[in-house]
């Protein structure tokens, strides 16, 4: 084999790990339910809906498409599901603080490959609460919009 050649070859490897790293890193972080990088117990916080005593996460630790969602609920729209997102959440599984109707708003975390809504979604509260679930309000986690 030319010296070119095994250049060429080790290129394209090299080029192919980095592709496999950066798509595989999301199959061995754990489970997404669990939205672990950098949760941490809400004692102490002063994130809005830490006092739910769920666990606090930075908006950088959930995929991504949850920052993009994030950031269409402050531009006011566009919601890419408008008629279920912006509506109210009404807690009915009973996993956040209890609250009036009409406290919660939820909106859709769009999942890659699915083909509807998927189960991901950041719901809103009123006094500025940020919540997100990975498995269609089984379990939440408070989010911190700052980090």
């Known amino acids: 084999m030319s010296p070119r050649r095994r250049i060429t070859v080790a290129l394209v490897g090299l080029v192919a790990l980095v592709v496999l790293g950066w ?28 006092a739910s005593g769920l666990k606090v996460c ?20 566009p919601y890419k599901y408008p008629k279920n997102d912006n509506v109210d959440f009404f807690n009915r599984e009973g996993v956040l603080p209890a609250k009036a109707k009409g406290h ?24 500025g609460e940020v919540y997100y679930t990975a498995d269609h309000y089984k379990s939440f986690v408070v989010v911190d919009t700052s980090r």
């Open 104 to 127: 919660y708003r939820e909106f859709t975390v769009v999942t890659p490959g699915e083909k509807t809504r998927g189960a991901r979604r950041l719901v809103t509260g009123q006094a």
């Open 58 to 77: 930075p908006l950088t630790g959930l995929p991504q498409e949850a920052a993009s969602t994030w950031e269409s609920i402050r531009a006011g729209g």
């Open 23 to 50: 798509f595989g890193k999301d199959l061995f972080s754990g489970s997404e339910s669990s939205a672990g990088g950098g949760c941490v117990a809400a004692s102490g916080s002063k994130v809005a809906g830490a």
